[in-house]
């Protein structure tokens, strides 16, 4: 049941926007988006629930698109801060189980 | 300060011998789990705890044990290691619900050899 996430790794020069995405096989109740730098522990950027409602980071947005069951993550104007590996993560239906994808490798250049 | 932490935060050990890595929030959290990451693979679950004296398997529970006698303690016990489960733990803890936040701890980094 673990996500997948597209492309793995992306490189980008300040500025610069990029599209992280995430697709799942089973049905999507609700999806995580986490970021995490090198060394550190995965910090959370976003949720996006069924209907609609988002909760999180205000200058990263996200789509949810329920019935294709994927996720996208925008990142618009990138900066140096903005590199790290995402992850996104779905979980189950009670909200119990959680699958994280493998994670996106985001590197920004000057 | 609102926190999870995790000890140790690194351990090389050898095959067989039993440890226990500790969790603990104070965020007064209902949920707890114990995630592993390994390169490629991203992050996998190997248990979770709803509440006190609530513990269920994730995605890769073999290997492992967990207990949740307190409602801010939740330890991984690896009960006789393999070098198969060298890899970075993390803890993480939320309210319960859908569409909650995780707060992860900053990770153990566990050696078998």
């Known amino acids: 049941q673990q996500p997948v996430q597209s492309p793995q790794a992306v490189i980008l020069r300040e500025g610069e926007d990029a599209v992280i995405n995430c697709s799942s096989s089973k049905a999507l109740y609700s999806v995580h988006w986490y970021r995490q730098k090198h060394g550190e522990a995965p910090v959370f950027l976003m949720i996006l629930l069924k209907g609609g409602e988002q909760k999180g980071h205000e200058k990263i947005s996200a789509s949810f698109n329920e019935k294709k069951q994927q996720s996208s993550l925008y990142l618009t104007a990138s900066q140096l801060s903005y590199s790290g590996t995402y992850f996104c993560g779905t979980e189950t239906k009670t909200g119990n189980q959680f699958y994280f994808g493998t994670g996106t490798s985001l590197t920004v250049i000057p | 300060e609102a926190q999870v932490t995790q000890n140790p935060r690194y351990l090389i050990t050898v095959t067989g011998k039993k440890l226990t890595v500790t969790c603990s929030q104070n965020?007064?959290?209902?949920?707890m789990s114990w995630y592993r990451q390994d390169p490629g693979l991203g992050l996998r679950q190997i248990y979770y705890s709803m509440n006190v004296e609530v513990t269920d398997k994730g995605d890769v529970p073999e290997g492992y044990k967990v207990s949740r006698k307190e409602k801010r303690n939740f330890p991984l016990i690896l009960e006789s290691p393999s070098p198969n489960q060298t890899s970075l733990y993390f803890c993480a803890s939320s309210l319960v619900g859908e569409g909650r936040e995780q707060f992860f701890g900053p990770g153990t980094r566990l050696t078998v050899l």
């Open positions: 965020m007064n959290h209902e949920y």
